[in-house]
């Protein structure tokens, strides 16, 4: 078993990330202008940043590692790089910050891109290692995509009449396959080594063993949630891990983010839009502990990270750990919610071409998957190009999630791409499925 992929020509690569950095700076262009100056300038919640923030941050990135680190180029601005020092300032005190007025922030943003583009056309992607296959572009266009994400997050926090409007998935025929699926023990290989653009903590490819198991075959829907709201899971500490519990009394917890329960029914609020939760979405906005409690209550629990990557990649037809589960080629509509493309999940048995060898569905889009596991390295992890990407975050305070939701671009999500935030947060685009031992 190896972890194997065919060196791609440096034209295609630049190609690539051209198209990743315009398609990342598209969707920044929508998020920033479909609101007025006043909510771009305004926090929506205390654990996001003003929207303009996020945008001349993208731009502040973007001079740092494409025109200063990989160009040598003179700073355009070099008096803001504290301002948009994400570790400098959390993001309760950015507000206060003399930030770059949207108009301005704006034309910031567009000068280094334009600049940029320049380098990405003269730059070699052999010799350094910071730009060896177009890594340092395909990392800032990862970079802006995340923060496309923080900003939709914001816009979902965001008060007031709705403001992004997109298509919803097709319909599907209700779900009807089997509720788990069987994974097979014994060895993969996790992580990538070859993966051109794959981030440090993604980083080394390397052995596992695992004991065989039973997953879930789609995401835990709303319907099979509601179900344990409805059995007293809440009031119940007997499936609660004794922080989750602390944790659920002390706020007032009693159903996922952005529910409420009215006229003998739940409802909703999505981006401005108050509606019936919808039973066969895969259930959103949970926090680990309720997503941990779900899992104790039916008898379950949640997949290690180490269990859900073998789920997504392990191929038993030929021992190989795959880019994606339905194979090597990026992710197309047929594949997998992913883009902001809809602005929900899709329901529950959707893109069957997307799914894994072992039937295994919706293991990339539609919402990001809690695991059990801590983040942490990998055997042989080397931080690279700079410690506060990953290194700084490793440890039990963090709780990995996987695959990807549908505010992901593609660029920043495969089978190997690991994301992790603390087991209290649920404003994120979270769900999960559920594990058991064999």
């Known amino acids: 078993m190896t972890d194997e992929r065919s060196p791609i020509d440096p034209e295609i690569l630049r190609e690539r990330a051209l198209d990743a950095l315009t398609t990342a700076r598209d969707r920044t262009a929508l998020l920033t202008t479909c609101v007025d100056e006043s909510d771009l300038t305004a926090q929506h919640s205390p654990l996001m940043s ?29 008096e803001i790089d504290g301002l948009y020092d994400a570790f400098e300032h959390p993001r309760a005190e950015r507000p206060s910050l003399p930030l770059l007025p ?119 829907t709303n319907g099979a949630y509601t179900a344990f709201i409805e059995d007293g899971g809440y009031d119940d500490e007997r499936w609660w891990s004794l922080e989750g519990w602390a944790h659920i009394r002390k706020h007032g917890v009693e159903a996922p983010l952005f529910w409420r329960r009215e006229g003998g029914q739940w409802l909703r609020r999505r981006f401005g839009v108050t509606e019936v939760v919808p039973p066969d979405e895969p259930v959103l906005h949970v926090c680990w502990y309720e997503a941990d409690a779900y899992a104790r209550w039916a008898g379950r629990r949640l997949p290690t990270e180490i269990e859900w990557e073998k789920a997504a990649r392990h191929d038993p037809a030929t021992g190989r750990s795959r880019r994606y589960p339905w194979g090597e080629a990026d992710p197309t509509p047929e594949h997998a919610n992913l883009g902001q493309r809809h ?43 700079y410690k506060e990407y990953s290194q700084v975050f490793f440890g039990p305070e963090y709780k990995v999630l996987r695959g990807g939701s549908f505010a ?18 649920r404003q994120i685009f979270s769900g999960f499925r559920t594990a058991r031992d064999v």
Not at 134 to 152: K, N, P, S, Y
Not at 200 to 217: G, K, L, M, S, T
Not at 347 to 363: M, N, T
Request: aromatic content about 10%; charged content about 20%; overall charge negative.
């Open 343 to 385: 602005l929900r999940p899709a329901p529950v048995g959707s893109y069957p071409a997307g799914a894994s060898p072992l039937g295994v569905r919706q293991l990339i889009g539609d919402v990001w998957e809690w695991t059990s596991s801590d983040f942490l390295p990998y055997p042989g992890f080397t931080a690279f190009p």
């Open 408 to 425: 992901v671009d593609q660029v920043a999500c495969r089978g190997t791409f690991r994301n992790w935030d603390y087991p209290i947060r």
């Open 50 to 78: 003003p929207l303009v923030w996020d945008l001349a941050h993208i731009g502040n990135q973007e001079e740092l590692w494409l025109l200063r680190a990989v160009a040598g180029r003179e700073a355009i601005r070099p």
């Open 102 to 220: 949207p108009d301005e922030a704006r034309r910031y943003a567009a000068e280094v891109r334009g600049r940029a583009l320049d380098v990405l056309e003269r730059t070699p992607l052999t010799g350094r290692r910071l730009t060896e296959a177009g890594f340092a572009f395909g990392m800032i266009a990862q970079h802006e995509q995340q923060h496309d994400e923080t900003m939709l997050i914001t816009h979902q926090l965001r008060k007031g009449p709705q403001a992004l409007t997109a298509p919803d998935p097709e319909p599907v025929t209700p779900y009807d396959g089997p509720s788990e699926v069987f994974v097979p023990g014994g060895p993969f290989i996790m992580g990538t080594s070859t993966e051109p653009w794959a981030l440090d903590n993604e980083r080394p490819a390397h052995q596992r063993q695992v004991p065989p198991f039973y997953i879930d075959a789609v995401p835990v």
